[in-house]
């Protein structure tokens, strides 16, 4: 079993649409959490750290269940700039910061 | 640009020739990291330095593999006697390395290597 794990898609969605990720991750002492978007060809960027508390940032909602180790990504109103790889990233101390990347799910966002 | 910058972008060798990378990190950031990403897959972590130690090294970088950050600062990673398989976009990535920070990295637009 991997320890990140994400549907690879590609989700192909409508312009306007509400999408949603989901990533699995084993380690149960992972403490940190990020999502990162990757443009074809290109470098990862963050797009928003995970809290505890779940957080938002405009259409971006990111959740985290410790329970059942997983951390979500909603994207709300989706545009067509939306269209990407997303990342799912954890990170726990025992690793001695080194972050575990899941595979990507690509995102299609059709007008 | 004071972001992670990394030099060459596109290169292409052919097999059995050696190559070299070099990354700038974000100039207050101590840590510096390599990955590995080909098509379809998240990026495959190398090795990391803690200023000029290097503290890791992933169990799946053979020995043509070096890195070496010698003044703490810019990084180099060589890969000697290249085979079709290096071929890949290689990330360099700078942080804090702090737990306030949450250890946020921020990656350079990577080099692309084409191994002939």
């Known amino acids: 079993r991997k320890e990140v794990e994400q549907d690879p898609g590609p989700f192909n969605v409508p312009e306007g649409a509400t999408v949603a990720f989901n990533c699995t991750y084993s380690?149960?002492?992972?403490?940190?959490f990020f999502w990162y978007r990757q443009d074809c060809r290109k470098e990862p960027k963050l797009l928003m750290s995970?809290?505890?508390?779940?957080n938002e940032d405009g259409r971006f909602t990111a959740q985290l269940n410790r329970a059942s180790q997983y951390i979500s990504l909603l994207i709300r109103d989706s545009k067509l700039s939306d269209s990407a790889t997303y990342l799912c990233?954890?990170?726990?101390?025992?690793?001695?910061?080194?972050?575990?990347w899941g595979a990507g799910t690509k995102l299609i966002i059709k007008p | 640009d004071t972001g992670v910058s990394q030099d060459p972008r596109h290169k292409i060798t052919k097999r059995g020739q050696n190559v070299t990378f070099r990354c700038d990190p974000i100039?207050?950031?101590?840590?510096l990291y390599w990955y590995r990403q080909t098509l379809g897959q998240g990026p495959e972590f190398l090795t990391y330095?803690?200023?000029?130690?290097?503290?890791?090294k992933s169990r799946l970088l053979s020995d043509r593999f070096s890195a070496e950050r010698p003044k703490g600062s810019f990084s180099t990673l060589e890969i000697q006697r290249t085979e079709q398989g290096d071929s890949a976009m290689y990330l360099c990535?700078?942080?804090?390395?702090?737990?306030?920070?949450?250890?946020?990295?921020?990656f350079g637009e990577g080099s692309w290597l084409t191994v002939v």
């Open positions: 990535a700078s942080s804090l390395g702090s737990r306030d920070s949450g250890n946020t990295i921020y």
């Open positions: 995970v809290y505890s508390s779940g």
């Open positions: 330095f803690q200023n000029e130690a290097q503290l890791e």
């Open positions: 100039s207050e950031h101590n840590r």
């Open positions: 380690n149960s002492a992972s403490q940190s």
């Open positions: 990233v954890v990170n726990s101390w025992d690793s001695n910061y080194q972050l575990i």
